[in-house]
């Protein structure tokens, strides 16, 4: 063990020596690295084409791992990854005398993990799949050498929100931002409001992915809730909740999520779906019901106790019979003089793999601009310019201490 303490004082008293290397921004080392992966079925070089469509997938394994060792003179000071189907946690690891010591460790429930520590010529990652073996699924991996982070590459995440103004309830990864426009920026970055974005499903691993990105490209650094209920194709919500395990249990989840977030105001999409997606309806359909729900402390006990029960000011439905219009195209000093819907549109841009369509335009047809006042605990909208007319600044996260 001495000698182990020894060799990590030596690691140690390396980085302060490279201090002065960390001003530059680190580059991606990756194609400087001879990485193996023990039994990955010839799909190695997926998680590393920089094309988020296709991932690495080992065979199962109750503690897989991934060796590197750099070539050409290079070290590696930090580790990306975008993991697919089965987020793990992970520990960077290096070989001393034949054993493996500990240097650096990741363990979030987040699809992107970023790891920096000394830096390296050879080390492994060994992933920690629980009590029972998992498929190491990667979709990309990024090394770095020595500087600081590359914020164009990198998203560093944030817990989810503890207790949020907006809700945003969407049904899959991309309409938050197809049919709602600039509403998310606005919001969380414009106005500075605390802002919470939830799917009802994931789609697969690389929606996420996707989402991921766009969303910090919106200037979210709270971590969206990304619902694992299944996509389906379908014109009715009775199809979707069949599909979820009924009416009911959809209910129930989305109550959860109210509990959870404690929301101000609710967003979500049109009572018919846009393009008459059943999720879409599904989701308008179950919201309209939980709001009444979370506020009834007899409504599912379980998370009643745990979060208390939740009285939500206001539900907006995306268009509807008599909406009101908010626009997304005045220039803000807080989005860099870019309006709302400009900086939505170019994260949208991030969903490279979407066969959804383009973002909508704000005098299109279903404009993201329109929104119905379905329920109110706050009394109606009279100047219908804002989502949050009629809720006091005191009652918003902003505004607390």
């Known amino acids: 063990m001495k000698r182990i303490m020894l060799f990590l004082l030596a690691l140690a008293a390396t980085l302060l020596l490279c201090a002065a290397a960390l001003a530059d921004t680190a580059q991606d080392v990756t194609a400087s690295a001879q990485i193996t992966v023990p ?73 992107q993990a970023y790891v920096q520590f000394e830096p390296l010529t050879q080390f492994r990652l060994r992933f920690d799949t629980g009590d029972k073996p998992l498929q190491l699924f990667i979709r990309e991996l990024y090394l770095f050498g020595q500087g600081e982070r590359d914020d164009s590459l990198v998203n560093i995440w944030e817990s989810s929100v503890q207790k949020a103004d907006l809700l945003v309830l969407a049904g899959h990864p991309g309409d938050e931002l197809q049919w709602f426009g600039g509403l998310v920026p606005y919001y969380a ?33 709270s971590y969206p809730d990304i619902g694992m209920f299944e996509d389906l194709k379908t014109t009715q919500a009775s199809k979707a909740f069949s599909q979820w395990g009924g009416i009911e249990a959809t209910d129930r989840y989305v109550v959860q999520l109210l509990r959870r977030y404690q929301p101000e105001v609710v967003v979500t999409h049109a009572i018919e779906g846009e393009d008459g997606h059943g999720v879409h309806m599904a989701c308008a359909r179950s919201l309209l019901r939980a709001v009444k729900k979370a506020a009834d402390v007899n409504y599912d006990p379980a998370s ?33 003089g870019k309006t709302a819907y400009q900086v939505a549109w170019e ?55």
């Open 39 to 111: 039994q990955n079925g010839g799909t190695l070089g997926r998680m590393l084409d920089r094309d988020r469509s296709t991932a690495l997938q080992a065979e199962k394994n109750r503690e897989p791992v991934v060796e590197v060792s750099m070539q050409d003179g290079q070290v590696c000071s930090a580790v990306y990854i975008e993991f697919g189907n089965n987020i793990m946690p992970f520990t960077v690891q290096i070989d001393y005398n034949g054993e493996w010591v500990d240097l650096a460790s990741w363990n979030q429930p987040y699809a």
């Open 189 to 221: 970055v414009g106005k500075g409001y605390s802002v919470a974005v939830a799917t009802m499903t994931m789609v697969n691993s690389c929606r996420r992915l996707e989402m991921l990105n766009a969303m910090h490209a919106c200037g979210l650094r």
């Open 304 to 336: 009643a106790s745990m979060y208390g029960a939740w009285q939500v000011k206001k539900l907006y439905l995306h268009e509807g019979d008599s909406p009101i219009r908010i626009s997304w195209s005045t220039p803000l000093e807080s989005l860099e």
């Open 347 to 401: 994260a949208y841009q991030k969903y490279e793999t979407t066969t959804a369509g383009a973002m909508v335009g704000e005098s299109a047809k279903h404009s993201p601009c329109l929104y119905t006042l379905a329920y109110t605990a706050v009394g109606e909208d009279k100047a219908g310019n804002d989502l949050f007319e009629n809720i006091p600044e005191s009652d918003l996260t902003t505004a607390q201490p």
